[in-house]
């Protein structure tokens, strides 16, 4: 099994017993950025992995949601950050610079702040009078500098709708005969009882402390669940409405794109 893994620490509590053979995975881990692995599995070239949430969108004829465990955040997620020189509530008709590195966060930009010019940040962040905002994610928003004003967009798709967002899927070939399930239910579990060592791998990949870490990851949650299925249906039809995806008619019902 080719098994596509987010570099991100935000998923370590799941993957690291993976990386670390501890958990009988004989296949082959591919470990890179949301947006290598969305592309990779549009071109098929993975038979399970995980994936920016919105891009089940355009690979759901051959994959199928891992059921059970997803990254969504109840609130805030301190990962997915909007750094802004302006109030949050001046940026709507200017331009802002948006990493490339996940679809999902982009969308959600667009809807937690709607009226926003979405530009793709071709260049190491930098705030300025053309570039007053920005939006990264993952180890990059943990650790740049505060920005005057700053837009959480786990907080803010929560004061919207109420619900936790999804942030990421594990999805798995249709063809396979027996999915990733079981490998990463012991994963996630050798996670838990090993937290010393998700803290300690997070701390060398990113600098950061543990005492930091553990509280980045309290705001996180790796199950998917009937709560994080509605919220991941109401984003995909949120986008959707804002023409930024297109709804295939087989998911456009409640719960059907999950099987």
């Known amino acids: 099994m080719k098994f596509g893994s987010i570099s991100y620490i935000n998923v370590l509590p799941v993957t690291l017993g993976l990386e670390r053979n501890q958990v ?3 296949g082959e881990l591919v470990r890179a950025e949301p947006s290598a692995l969305n592309a990779m599995t549009r071109a098929g070239q993975l038979d399970a992995t995980a994936v920016s949430s919105i891009e089940y969108l355009s690979c759901y ?3 199928r949601v891992v059921q059970g465990i997803g ?3 109840p609130a805030a997620v301190q990962s997915v950050k909007l750094f802004s020189l302006l109030p949050i509530e001046q940026l709507p008709g200017r331009t802002v610079a948006v990493t490339k590195a996940s679809a999902t966060s982009r969308a959600l930009l667009q809807i937690v702040v709607p009226g926003i010019k979405v530009m793709d940040l071709e260049q190491p962040p930098v705030l300025s009078e053309n570039q007053p905002a920005v939006l990264l994610i993952g180890d990059q928003a943990l650790t740049w500098p505060a920005a005057p004003y700053e837009l ?3 907080q803010a798709w929560k004061e919207k709708t109420g619900l936790p967002m999804v942030f990421a899927v594990w999805l798995c070939k249709r063809t396979l005969d027996q999915g990733p399930e079981e490998i ?6 050798w996670g838990l009882q090993h937290w010393d060592e998700i803290l300690a791998e997070s701390a060398r990949r990113t600098g950061l402390s543990p005492e930091r870490l553990d509280n980045y990851f309290a705001g996180m949650r790796y199950h998917l669940g009937e709560t994080e299925l509605k919220s991941l249906n109401l984003f995909y039809k949120l986008a959707a409405e804002q023409g930024l995806v297109q709804l295939p008619a087989r998911l456009s019902e409640e719960k059907a794109w999950s099987v």
């Open 24 to 26: 009988g995975f004989e």
């Open 184 to 189: 990463l239910e012991r994963s996630r579990a």
């Open 71 to 73: 990254l969504s955040a």
């Open 152 to 154: 959480d967009l786990g």
């Open 61 to 63: 004829q051959l994959y």
